[in-house]
């Protein structure tokens, strides 16, 4: 059902395929790029926001001494000003603007204040007072989860409910040799984009409102914007600015910030600007979902995967906002990319008076990733057998079925990405018995302290939105040609460092036979971009792909057309080669590309055209547990070797192999980034990274002096390995690559910490104190 | 996003004279590292902003100099100009060791040694290897100098013991001849962090080894102050040093500390850290 | 105060208040918006600059704890090495999102201002002050790498 354009080898292409510089680098080494910070407007205000230092109140009274104010220039907005509904829509609808009766989580906002300095705004918090009466608050989702008191959402508090069934799973433990059943805990992990959150907002009196800011969905933000202001949506722009760093993160919370800035300029009839401070960023924006994970493993002593049993608790914090989206790459993603009968997965999305959680590459996977790939590595230790073999005997191959019922007939490249992994690493070399603790003890004793491991994880990824996003699912482009033989495209897919504006450059070069540097894309303003859908799920290159190549295809017909024309051939019997047309039969070069485009310029023909499409479809039956959840499947397979002090329980991470069946590589070189980047990302989940709370609900780790992310000195070698196992429905094969270089990570990180010095972790990351107290528990444990 | 005024005098006798005047409404700025983030943080008595005395027009207080028994380092001297001083590479290699880990080079090029010992935080990397050398901070007021044991100087986190006319003019550190010195410290990243434990080491063996004629022993981010494991070190002083005396050692200094848990590690790790690290630094000395 | 400080090799001589960040200068004053930040307070070095010779943080820096007469080299500046590295950065696409772009290439310029000869921990160690997010840094070794080849 899909238009495959046969792409055999790079020889052919005129960009796809090819290491070509990206389109973005030029502003970027100079700093000239304009990020929102660097943007200013006559008269712009500023915005400060008064938020809730509770986890969990009632608001009894808002005091605002707007006669002070006045006289200061101050201007202050509560939810009683706002003139459209005050909601923040994502999927369920039951996140506010501004907290009006109730407090959810500390930093909600409650009061905006819009001055003509940001000292001005901070200045008159004091002629504020809001009054609170606290009520009780929970931060734990399996104690959120049909809490008898304590009411966040609707009445158990459980905002979304997905789950997976196949075959019988009590049949299948009864049928194992051995049970392994563990309690899994994941933390709160944090964005840390370079460039914090920030919009700008510019009105036309009251008219209309343009946005500019640093996101991923300005679509999402239009939304939000019209329906805050009660104003039609068309007359909304947002123009999104350089973005400095997403990672999902500026998926739904420009949609706040944006909004925010939109009501401070809506008051005063000014541009305002909302830039957050580190702090402020990372204290009230969404972050990585804490999980609980209980999961039970049944094998037999021959290596056979009887069943699997799943239960998953997210803590979406105070407000659902994505975590019906999240939950469903959960659940979907929770047993793995194995062949098993016998399948249990019971997740929930529970609320609780913690900040939003949200997007975050991997959405919702890692959290169970770990646990599952945990599990995996204990199953094969309890049998005795090689981690690596043991997946293999269970990974999907073609034709096989996933545990949820979803037939996968083409494009699985998972076993070519575990052989190339394993043997560019040289697994079977590297990998050494697991030492037991009596042997590192006695290592210990002879002055060796320190010992490598080596672990694996396999793991799939969902490409793009899936059944739970499918209404989402589709996209638009313009692609229109210029009489000097450039081309211009417009998306609304957004670029915030992932390469997406050279990749699609790449596409359209490739389709119209133009060289790439004449192919510019417009810069992203919803008021001349279509709706290509969100920028997430790793969908930009595929969905906006596919709409480019639906775009090209028609300018392709219509160039032809006019060459055919002029030339007296048939319109059928063209073809472009190496920037030239030419016939097909009697292969004679016709004219240059570039020439034909100022043939159709001059003869009036058409010169800009739409291309749409729509994913492919996806089911899922939610009752039944089982349907086609996503349109195609990528592959990855993660080896990490570590030095482990098995005395002070420092973990070193000495090599990264990370292989990954993309379909196709559209630019090696920004996919290598992507692994890359994504690697390090998911290595900060495993080893460092965890935001802290205090008892009351607050982020303690609030800056990035507290919140640790990876600095070049805990960066090890990171090896990337590209399989390309084409899907017909994705652009030339491709499948996309943004999320699954960090999913794997933390599980082969752990597995390699197990193999190094005999002990496994139920919580990440793997900080020295936590492996180091593992170490000291089998000592006990053991008696050695 | 600084609303302090600033005074910035040209000589340390006008430095005086100002810090004379403003006592306790006044703070000294080096490096700023700290300082500046203390104030934007709005932290304690920072966040009433206060005027900052501005030492960097005092180009007299950027020295290093090597006397008979010490050597004296200037207020505004920087981390990187101690890296990158001779003086220090012979005679306080253990320093050498805290300050490579110190922030990052941006850091390094700007933060000062008297900054540090100002501050007075008990997770300094700078700091243990001063207490193990028993290093003295000068005092000065505009009609006064006195030098003040490290020990005295610092009261807890934070907090030091100076007049509120007096600034400090002078770090100065014993040298000590013969002696082993070493420092080790753990931290949650190479880069970019703050020490989670460190243990400063100033050992001198006895000529046939088989004693320790001193040693000094002291320990970072165990207490609101760094400490000196003084039942530790008279364990050490008063027994042949050997494997087993290393292994009692290890379990006294364990004994001896105590840490807290924070945002940075729990007390019960930090606690048996002391004794691994002290092991170890013990076990290359007996080695050599 | 009065400064007099050259910048990118231009001498400016003007009044700023003395508690005015660096920062704040020569993205506020002198419009060099090419120096981005990230914190506020030295942990993310996405401000770093070359000020007299060394990579320093410009968000933790008060004018008037700046020696008259001193230099600052900044991404808007003509230098050989700065320009090598940039065009490196674009080669081997160590620049993706590009917040922290500008004060990693600095902290690369100064590292090779001071030996071009560094080695692959030497890199590290003199770009550990840069955060980023996106790259996993390996590219941007490359890119250093490379401009080296050609130092």
């Known amino acids: 059902m899909f238009l495959v354009k046969e792409f055999s080898s790079e020889v052919d292409s005129m960009a796809v395929g090819k290491r070509l510089k990206r389109k973005d680098a030029d502003t970027k080494v100079t700093g000239e790029a304009p990020y929102a910070y660097d943007m200013s407007f006559a008269d712009e205000q500023y915005l400060a926001v008064i938020r809730s230092p509770y986890a969990h109140a009632r608001i009894v009274n808002i005091a605002i001494d707007y006669k002070i104010l006045e006289s200061l220039g101050v201007v202050a907005g509560t939810a009683k000003d706002i003139p459209g509904k005050n909601i923040l829509h994502v999927i369920l609808d039951d996140w506010p603007l501004l907290a009006e009766k109730v407090v959810r989580h500390v930093g909600e906002p409650v009061v905006i204040l819009v001055a003509a300095s940001l000292h001005l705004a901070e200045e008159a918090r004091k002629y504020v007072s809001i009054e609170y009466i606290e009520i009780p608050a929970v931060f734990d989702p399996v104690e959120a989860k049909d809490h008898p008191t304590i009411q966040i959402f609707e009445e158990n508090n459980v905002c979304s409910y997905w789950q997976q069934k196949n075959g019988d799973v009590e049949k299948g433990f009864a049928e194992s040799d051995i049970v392994i059943e563990n309690e899994y805990r994941t933390p709160a992990q944090e964005h840390a984009y370079i460039e914090t959150q920030g919009c700008i907002a510019v009105p036309q009196g009251h008219d209309s409102m343009t946005v500019y800011g640093s996101m991923q969905c300005p679509f999402y933000v239009q939304r939000c914007v019209a329906e805050i202001l009660g104003m039609e949506w068309s007359k909304v722009n947002i123009i999104q600015t350089t973005t400095g760093g997403a990672f999902g993160g500026k998926e739904d919370v420009p949609n706040q910030v944006g909004s925010l800035a939109a009501l401070g300029a809506w008051l005063v009839r000014k541009p305002v600007k909302f830039l957050l401070t580190r702090e402020e960023d990372i204290e009230t924006t969404s972050k990585r979902h804490p999980a609980v994970i209980r999961y039970k493993t049944g094998v037999t002593k021959q290596g056979e995967l009887k069943a699997i049993k799943v239960e998953v608790f997210l803590n979406t914090g105070a407000y659902a906002t994505l975590a019906p989206a999240v939950l469903y790459r959960a659940a979907m993603h929770a047993a793995g990319p194995y062949r098993c009968g016998n399948v249990d997965v019971q997740a929930y999305a529970v609320t609780t008076n913690l900040v939003p959680f949200g997007a975050f590459r991997g959405f919702g996977s890692p959290q169970v990733i770990f646990p599952g790939e945990e599990q995996m590595d204990r199953a094969a230790e309890s049998i005795g057998m090689d981690p690596s073999d043991f997946r293999e005997l269970h990974i999907l191959k073609v034709g096989d079925k996933t545990t949820f019922g979803q037939v996968i007939d083409q494009s699985v490249g998972l076993e070519q990405t575990l052989h190339k992994a394993r043997e560019q690493s040289g697994w079977y070399k590297k990998r050494k018995p697991t030492p037991t603790i009596a042997q590192v003890l006695e290592e210990q004793k002879k002055g060796k302290y320190r010992r490598k491991g080596i672990g694996i994880s396999t793991i799939f990824y969902g490409c793009f939105l899936g059944a739970a996003g499918k209404l989402m699912s589709r996209s638009g482009a313009y692609v229109q040609v210029e009489p000097d033989g450039s081309v211009r495209f417009a998306v609304g897919t957004t670029e915030m460092g992932q390469g997406m504006i050279t990749v699609l450059s790449q596409i359209v070069a490739e389709e119209l036979g133009i060289e790439y540097e004449k192919v510019y894309m417009t810069p992203v303003d919803t008021s001349r971009v279509p709706d290509s859908g969100p920028t997430v799920a790793s969908r930009a290159t595929i969905m906006s792909g596919r709409a480019l190549q639906d775009a090209c295809k028609q300018l392709r017909t219509l160039i032809y057309d006019k060459v055919a024309l002029k030339y007296e051939v048939d319109a059928t019997d063209i073809e472009i080669k190496e920037f030239q047309i030419q016939e097909i039969t009697t292969q004679k070069k016709l004219l240059s590309v570039s020439d034909a485009i100022k043939l159709v310029y001059q003869e009036r023909g058409q010169i800009a055209v739409a291309g749409w499409d729509v994913a492919p479809p996806t089911h899922y039956d939610n009752e039944k547990g089982q349907g086609d959840a996503y349109s195609a499947y990528a592959w990855c397979t993660n080896i990490v070797e570590v030095e482990v002090d098995s005395q002070i329980g420092t973990v070193d991470i000495l090599n990264i192999w990370a292989a990954h069946d993309v379909g196709k590589a559209i630019n090696p070189q920004t996919l290598e980034g992507q692994i890359e980047g994504g690697s390090l990302q998911g290595l900060g989940y495993g080893r460092y990274e965890e935001i802290i709370f205090t008892p009351e609900g607050r982020v303690l780790s609030n800056n990035l002096g507290t919140y640790l992310i990876p600095t070049t000195k805990e960066t090890p070698k990171i090896h990337s390995i590209i399989v390309e196992d084409p899907w017909s429905g994705g652009p030339y094969g491709a499948k996309g690559i943004g999320e699954q270089p960090l999913m794997g990570i933390a599980p082969a990180l752990t597995n390699a910490i197990a193999n190094a010095v005999g002990v496994r972790l139920n919580t990440i990351p793997a900080t020295p104190e936590r492996v180091w107290a593992a170490i000291q528990e089998k000592i006990e444990e053991e008696k050695v | ?288 | 105060m009065n400064v007099k400080i050259t910048i990118n090799g231009k001498l400016i001589t003007r009044e700023v208040p003395e508690n005015r960040r660096l920062l704040d200068f020569l993205r506020e004053d002198l419009g060099l918006k090419g120096t981005k930040y990230g914190c506020d307070q030295g942990e993310c070095g996405a401000c770093s600059i070359i000020l007299n010779n060394k990579i320093v943080t410009s968000c933790i820096i008060l004018m008037a704890q700046i020696p008259q007469n001193s230099t600052v080299l900044t991404i808007e500046g003509t230098d050989h090495v700065l320009q090598l590295i940039q065009e490196k950065f674009k080669e081997f696409g160590a620049a993706q999102c590009g917040a922290c772009t500008t004060g990693m290439i600095m902290a690369a310029t100064s590292l090779l201002h001071l030996d071009p000869k560094v080695n692959q921990k030497e890199i590290e160690d003199g770009l550990c002050g840069v955060l980023c997010r996106c790259t996993g840094y390996t590219k941007i070794y490359d890119a250093v790498k490379e401009a080296q080849k050609q130092l």
């Not at chain 2, 304690?44 to 030492?55: A, C, M, T, Y």
């Open chain 2, 1 to 288: 996003m600084y609303s302090n005024e600033i005074l910035s005098p040209t000589s340390l006798k006008e430095a005086l004279a100002i810090k004379d005047q403003y006592v306790n409404d006044i703070f000294p700025l080096a490096g700023g590292t700290d300082v500046l983030v203390m104030v934007r943080n709005k932290l304690g008595v920072w966040g009433e902003s206060p005027v900052l005395l501005n030492l960097n027009n005092i180009p007299k207080l950027n020295f290093i100099l090597e006397t008979d028994s010490n050597i004296e380092i200037g207020p505004l001297v920087t981390h990187t100009q101690l890296l990158e001083s001779p003086i220090i590479q012979k005679h306080v290699p253990a320093l050498i060791k805290a300050i490579s880990i110190i922030g990052s080079p941006q850091i390094r090029n700007l933060g000062t040694l008297t900054g540090n010992v100002c501050r007075a935080s008990p997770a300094a990397d700078t700091l243990a290897t001063l207490y193990a050398r028993d290093t003295q901070v000068q005092i000065q007021t505009v009609n006064n100098s006195k030098l003040v044991p490290i020990k005295e100087f610092i009261t807890g986190p934070g907090q030091i013991n100076i007049p509120e006319n007096g600034l400090v003019t002078k770090i100065v550190i014993p040298k000590l001849e013969g002696y082993f010195g070493d420092y080790i410290s753990l931290r949650q990243r190479y880069a970019l962090s703050i020490v989670v434990v460190s243990i400063a080491v100033e050992a001198l063996l006895s000529k046939d080894r088989s004693r320790m004629d001193d040693i000094r022993i002291s320990l970072g981010a165990v207490a609101p102050t760094i400490v000196r494991a003084t039942k530790t070190e008279i364990l050490l002083k008063s027994n042949a040093f050997t494997k087993n005396l290393i292994e009692k050692a290890e379990k006294m200094i364990i004994e001896e500390s105590r840490p807290i848990t924070d945002i940075r590690s729990n007390k019960r790790y930090r606690k048996a850290m002391t004794g691994v690290l002290l092991g170890r630094i013990l076990r290359e000395i007996l080695s050599h």
